[in-house]
């Protein structure tokens, strides 16, 4: 089963930024790189049913959307910079409303969040501290979406409430890249899958 | 419920190192990093209720221990850069078999993992694929001992193994931090805690 999470990036910046200062001018992109790396890795090894997608909603240049695909990526690492470099790359490409390929299974588009969850299939579940207790969900074909540390603004969530269940991981409030772990821990004990199964 | 995390860092090194090559020359300090901003951070706060363990193992002045106390941190975020720049400064300091204090709530000292199972107190938990389905095992006091990508040597393994009971997340494996987040997780749905009451 296919599991996709999207992240709403309300600052992070759409143009290459200091890889030495991910947390400060690069607008929280280390928040980014995190959400993307629990997204992706387990030990020794890519998730190769995960998909994710960033929302950059920060300057100059806003929207873009980065499009990461388990099964088709290579050379890429867990640790913050290797991902901040990768996005960097993909911020040097000029963009257009189609998906350009900037590496193995990394693209990126002008698209915005109406757009991106339109061509999204599957089920959509908002993670939300006030949502249903994701204990007594079903969740299959899922797409996750979450706000980063700022949470997900009036306009974006009116959007995402059109389409989506509101879910919630418990009475704490976790950080984005923490909750894509519980969410695959949850699921990969559901689904009771094995490391070969999804690598 | 106090939680205490060790992680047993085989290569990491053992003075002031490159923030730029953290997963490199510094002898996957990312993990260490990974490590250390799971068991301390939720979203917009530090977990009280935790400490935080790791043995450094790595060249060319092995064996350094840091300790860090979630009470007492200040000033500490939740990126890979910003906690390395905490280890290196630990780094720099003279050390002795004592807990030398290098910031608020960061600690190091000359300990290796003899040494450090003595001073801990509490029940000893160790991490590996073939332990104890977690969801079987009573938890309570846990010092929890996980390894790093390398995993954990024999001599560590056999002095873990005089105190520890071995147990599993389950079929896959999970990078460190994963594991970490995962286990405050369960503790926190186990526990029914509160944002307030560990922040």
């Keep these: 089963m296919k599991r996709v999470f999207v992240l709403i990036a309300n600052k992070a910046v759409t143009k290459p930024f200091n890889l030495n200062d991910l947390a400060g001018s690069a607008g929280r992109m280390d928040i ?3 959400f993307i790396s629990q997204s992706l890795f387990i030990s020794h090894g ?3 049913n995960s998909e994710v997608y960033v929302i950059l909603k920060g300057e100059p240049d806003p929207l ?3 499009k990461i695909i388990g099964s088709e990526v290579r050379y890429l690492a ?6 901040g470099g990768m996005i960097k790359k993909a911020l040097k490409e000029g963009v257009d409303k189609k998906w350009k390929k900037v590496s193995h299974g990394v693209y990126i588009s002008r698209k915005g969040l109406v757009e991106l969850l339109e ?3 599957g089920n959509f579940y908002y993670l939300r501290e006030d949502g249903k207790d994701i204990t007594t969900v079903h969740i299959s074909d899922p797409v996750f979406i979450l706000g980063d540390h ?7 969530e009116r959007v995402i409430m059109k389409k989506a269940e509101k879910i919630s991981l418990g009475k704490i409030s976790y950080q984005a890249d923490q909750c894509v772990t519980i969410l695959n821990y949850i699921l ?3 689904l ?3 490391q070969r199964e999804i690598t």
Tied chains: 1, 2.
């Design 32 to 34: 980014v790189c995190r």
């Design 46 to 48: 890519v998730r190769k």
């Design 64 to 66: 873009k959307t980065l």
């Design 78 to 83: 867990p640790d913050e910079r290797n991902i």
């Design 119 to 121: 061509e999204l299939g």
């Design 150 to 156: 700022l949470g997900v603004s009036e306009e974006d």
């Design 188 to 190: 990969d004990k559901r």
């Design 192 to 194: 009771n899958n094995s």
